[in-house]
């Protein structure tokens, strides 16, 4: 019994989808494959351009590590591939140790989340503050966008700096080589891609803005840097298997960037696959995709592909295209196959200048901006820890950022978890204030239920809150929290309780908050977008006054009886 359970837990997705599975899924899987597959192509050359290789490096990790990712992972709809988070690390670890140094430190990642994902530690990743990430992605995305100035203006620059404040130097040096014809053909495909998404999420933007840019660097002449005549082209087949030369000597070295790449996939592999769960209904096993992530990363040097992780937008794209199960990642890496066998040699018209827009498009969204006005409205203490996060990342490097936002994760739970302690006397009117919050004297009635929330809510903890939203369809039309003995709440469980709400408010239930602390219920005032969205009158001082709030809703639920009749 207890090892059927054990191996129902390592199973994968693609074999758990595989028992209720049926010819109408299949046939939604093959086009959602066939759509993100044709998505994938443009990123996964952009991002290996960006990081220094060539376009088929990029196109043959997005083969073999989504086909991978999808055959072996825990998350049913996502997809697997190239990402805009390694760009900047890729880039840094070719500089300093060469190609066969990354490929070394993307097998040395990989088997990092191997570990990982076999010793339970998938859950580790929570333990990451929300300033932390939000100062990440924003510091990787004003990396990738200055890296793409030059093929977006068209720039005559010999090589790009690989320091940020040199690059920006550099850009401004030698912009007065503008190209009139790449920087019209990137602002195109800019507008492209925002005229797509405007008109609907089902159109594969980067698809659209490539074709029409190729067809007229092909059709008008239009004398702007191409893959072709940059790289050559891509060769064509099937890609080649080659063990990465193995140098001892380099292991000391990458041990930190192979470390950054390796949180860097959990990070985004994991934040992609509660995407995906939000999106389609279903729950990811953390650990087996990250035992896939690092599986894939083993294999993408030896096909000469560079490191992957879950693809936030790609998997979006999936959904949206109708994907019921990992058959449509795998169907995603063949079509990107086939795309390599049949039509290797259309790929030389693509200009540069395109494929620069699509990253500029890539690095805004994956930028995480609307976080900031919020964030900015939350302690000094998270204030700082997003600046510094973001500085590091920019200014110095993302191995350094990763290992100093670990650090400040753990001062600032010391920190949080220290200021719940107090000692204070037992006086009548304590004993008076707490009459309110007691729930032994309080009739819970059959439209609402009750959850608690117990201890300091924190980073590392925000997962639990799952308890509340794991079973909707069984819960009544009110939902109370009671924040009585939660201790101290931070920028990260705000978040949660927020993405809590908005999970109720979509199955048409309220949530209501009762009895917070001083600091909680500070922060709630501060963060003027959460109380938007439980809306202040859901935010109660004590459960009596939230059962009161708890019969006004459930009488606003009911059918109204008309005027004059009884």
Same mark, same amino acid.
């Given at each position: 019994?207890?090892?059927?359970?054990?191996?129902?837990?390592?199973?994968?997705?693609?074999?758990?989808?595989?028992?209720?599975?049926?010819?109408?899924?299949?046939?939604?899987? =093959?086009?959602?494959?066939?759509?993100?597959?044709?998505?994938?192509?443009?990123?996964?050359?952009?991002?290996?351009?960006?990081?220094?290789?060539?376009? +088929?490096?990029?196109? !043959?990790?997005?083969?073999?590590?989504?086909?991978?990712?999808?055959?072996?992972?825990?998350?049913?709809?996502?997809?697997?591939?190239?990402?805009?988070?390694?760009?900047?690390? =890729?880039?840094?670890?070719?500089?300093?140790?060469?190609?066969?140094?990354?490929?070394?430190?993307?097998?040395?990642?990989?088997?990092?989340?191997?570990?990982?994902?076999?010793?339970?530690?998938?859950?580790?990743?929570?333990?990451?503050?929300?300033?932390?990430?939000?100062?990440?992605?924003?510091?990787?995305?004003?990396?990738?966008?200055?890296?793409?100035?030059?093929?977006?203006?068209?720039?005559?620059?010999?090589?790009?700096?690989?320091?940020?404040?040199?690059?920006?130097?550099?850009?401004?040096?030698?912009?007065?080589?503008?190209?009139?014809?790449?920087?019209?053909?990137?602002?195109?495909?800019?507008?492209?891609?925002?005229?797509?998404?405007?008109?609907?999420?089902?159109?594969?933007?980067?698809?659209?803005?490539?074709? @029409?840019?190729?067809?007229?660097? !092909?059709?008008?002449?239009?004398?702007?840097?191409?893959?072709?005549?940059?790289?050559?082209?891509?060769?064509?087949?099937?890609?080649?298997?080659?063990?990465?030369?193995?140098?001892?000597?380099?292991?000391?070295?990458?041990?930190?960037?192979?470390?950054?790449?390796?949180?860097?996939?959990?990070?985004?592999?994991?934040?992609?696959?509660?995407?995906?769960?939000?999106?389609?209904?279903?729950?990811?096993?953390?650990?087996?995709?990250?035992?896939?992530?690092?599986?894939?990363?083993?294999?993408?040097?030896?096909?000469?592909?560079?490191?992957?992780?879950?693809?936030?937008?790609?998997?979006?794209?999936?959904?949206?295209?109708?994907? +019921?199960?990992?058959?449509?990642?795998?169907?995603?890496? @063949?079509?990107?196959?086939?795309?390599?066998?049949?039509?290797?040699?259309?790929?030389?018209?693509?200009?540069?200048?395109? @494929?620069?827009?699509?990253?500029? *498009?890539?690095?805004?969204?994956?930028?995480?901006?609307?976080?900031?006005?919020?964030?900015?409205?939350?302690?000094?203490?998270?204030?700082?820890?997003?600046?510094?996060?973001?500085?590091?990342?920019?200014?110095?490097?993302?191995?350094?950022?990763?290992?100093?936002?670990?650090?400040?994760?753990?001062?600032?739970?010391?920190?949080?978890?220290?200021?719940?302690?107090?000692?204070?006397?037992?006086?009548?009117?304590?004993?008076?204030?707490?009459?309110?919050?007691?729930?032994?004297?309080?009739? *819970?009635?059959? !439209?609402?239920?009750?959850?608690?929330?117990?201890?300091?809510?924190?980073?590392?903890?925000?997962?639990?809150?799952?308890?509340?939203?794991?079973?909707?369809?069984?819960?009544?039309?009110?939902?109370?929290?009671?924040?009585?003995?939660?201790?101290?709440?931070?920028?990260?469980?705000?978040?949660?309780?927020?993405?809590?709400?908005?999970?109720?408010?979509?199955?048409?239930?309220?949530?209501?908050?009762?009895?917070?602390?001083?600091?909680?219920?500070?922060?709630?005032? +501060?963060?003027?977008?959460?109380?938007?969205? @439980?809306?202040?009158?859901?935010?109660?001082?004590?459960? +009596?006054?939230?059962?009161?709030?708890?019969?006004?809703? !459930?009488?606003?639920?009911?059918?109204?009886?008309?005027?004059?009749?009884?």
């Amino acid at each position: 019994m207890v090892g059927a359970f054990l191996n129902e837990n390592w199973l994968p997705k693609s074999v758990l989808c595989l028992r209720d599975y049926t010819r109408h899924k299949f046939l939604l899987d =093959v086009i959602a494959g066939l759509t993100v597959g044709l998505v994938a192509l443009p990123l996964a050359m952009a991002f290996a351009i960006a990081s220094g290789l060539t376009p +088929q490096a990029g196109i !043959y990790c997005a083969i073999v590590t989504g086909f991978l990712v999808s055959a072996l992972g825990g998350s049913k709809t996502q997809i697997g591939g190239p990402t805009g988070a390694f760009v900047v690390v =890729v880039a840094g670890i070719i500089a300093v140790h060469g190609v066969d140094g990354l490929f070394m430190c993307t097998v040395m990642a990989g088997i990092f989340l191997i570990v990982m994902g076999l010793t339970g530690l998938g859950t580790a990743v929570k333990f990451i503050p929300r300033p932390v990430v939000i100062g990440f992605t924003n510091g990787i995305a004003v990396l990738i966008a200055s890296t793409q100035i030059k093929d977006f203006f068209g720039l005559h620059l010999d090589k790009v700096p690989g320091v940020f404040w040199q690059r920006v130097e550099a850009l401004a040096s030698s912009f007065h080589t503008l190209s009139f014809e790449a920087t019209a053909l990137a602002v195109f495909t800019l507008l492209t891609l925002i005229i797509c998404r405007g008109l609907s999420a089902r159109i594969p933007g980067p698809i659209v803005a490539l074709l @029409l840019s190729t067809c007229a660097v !092909y059709f008008f002449h239009l004398p702007v840097e191409t893959i072709g005549t940059r790289f050559g082209g891509i060769p064509g087949g099937l890609p080649h298997l080659q063990i990465p030369q193995f140098r001892s000597d380099l292991i000391h070295g990458l041990l930190g960037p192979a470390f950054t790449v390796a949180m860097l996939g959990a990070i985004e592999s994991l934040m992609s696959a509660v995407v995906s769960d939000r999106m389609s209904n279903d729950r990811h096993n953390p650990n087996v995709e990250l035992v896939a992530q690092g599986v894939a990363n083993v294999f993408s040097p030896m096909f000469g592909g560079l490191p992957a992780t879950g693809a936030i937008a790609r998997t979006a794209t999936n959904i949206r295209s109708g994907a +019921q199960s990992p058959v449509a990642g795998i169907i995603h890496a @063949l079509t990107l196959l086939c795309i390599l066998l049949f039509a290797a040699p259309l790929v030389s018209y693509i200009p540069m200048a395109a @494929l620069a827009g699509i990253l500029m *498009i890539v690095s805004y969204n994956m930028g995480e901006w609307r976080e900031i006005p919020q964030l900015l409205k939350l302690t000094k203490t998270d204030i700082s820890i997003w600046l510094v996060t973001f500085a590091l990342t920019v200014f110095a490097d993302l191995t350094v950022a990763v290992e100093a936002g670990m650090i400040l994760a753990a001062l600032l739970f010391i920190s949080r978890v220290a200021s719940t302690t107090t000692v204070s006397q037992v006086t009548d009117d304590y004993v008076e204030d707490g009459r309110v919050h007691i729930l032994q004297d309080k009739d *819970i009635p059959y !439209y609402a239920t009750i959850f608690r929330i117990h201890g300091p809510f924190l980073f590392g903890a925000t997962d639990k809150i799952s308890a509340v939203t794991e079973n909707l369809h069984r819960l009544p039309p009110v939902v109370i929290l009671r924040l009585r003995n939660m201790t101290a709440l931070d920028a990260t469980g705000l978040f949660a309780i927020e993405e809590a709400a908005k999970q109720l408010h979509a199955s048409k239930r309220t949530l209501i908050l009762c009895g917070a602390r001083e600091q909680p219920l500070k922060l709630m005032h +501060q963060a003027a977008e959460f109380e938007e969205v @439980l809306g202040k009158e859901n935010i109660c001082d004590n459960v +009596q006054e939230a059962l009161r709030r708890a019969e006004e809703v !459930y009488e606003g639920l009911q059918p109204q009886t008309p005027a004059g009749k009884l």
